[in-house]
């Protein structure tokens, strides 16, 4: 049975950081491309960063580019999202996704969507006040 389970949020200020962690379960993540998800309260989940195993295959939207990074130990099945300068606006469930199509074929125009990913977590939520 395929687990992902995510840790680390919180409530911060305005302005600093969290780390959130995901841990695989029942399922290796070495070979695949793995997301990190937000949703709002009555708001659509949207795509916030996506890692690939290899070929340098990282996206993150527009919101998050230049304060999270994304980061991967195939080792360990796990999967982190480190979140610096956070804004009120980054408030949301925070979900880490697993996906099973081979990860050559999912480019910058699919890595954020939805419907690229096969398994996710229960999410972990994150506050950010001002």
């Known amino acids: 049975q395929v687990q992902l389970v995510e840790s680390g949020g919180g409530s911060v200020q305005a302005g600093g950081s969290l780390r959130l962690s995901c841990a695989a379960s029942?399922?290796?993540?070495?070979?695949?491309?793995m997301g990190w998800f937000r949703q709002t309260p009555g708001g659509e989940r949207e795509g916030v960063a996506s890692?690939?195993?290899?070929?340098?295959?990282?996206y993150y939207s527009d919101s998050v580019k230049g304060r999270f990074i994304i980061s991967r130990d195939n080792a360990k099945d796990t999967l982190d999202l480190q979140m610096n300068s956070l804004k009120p606006d980054d408030t949301a469930m925070y979900y880490c996704a697993a996906s099973t199509r081979p990860w050559i074929l999912i480019g910058h125009t699919i890595a954020l969507s939805l419907s690229t990913y096969n398994y996710w977590g229960q999410g972990t939520r994150v506050t950010v006040s001002s």
């Open positions: 029942g399922y290796t993540i070495g070979d695949s491309c």
């Open positions: 890692i690939c195993p290899k070929g340098g295959k990282i």
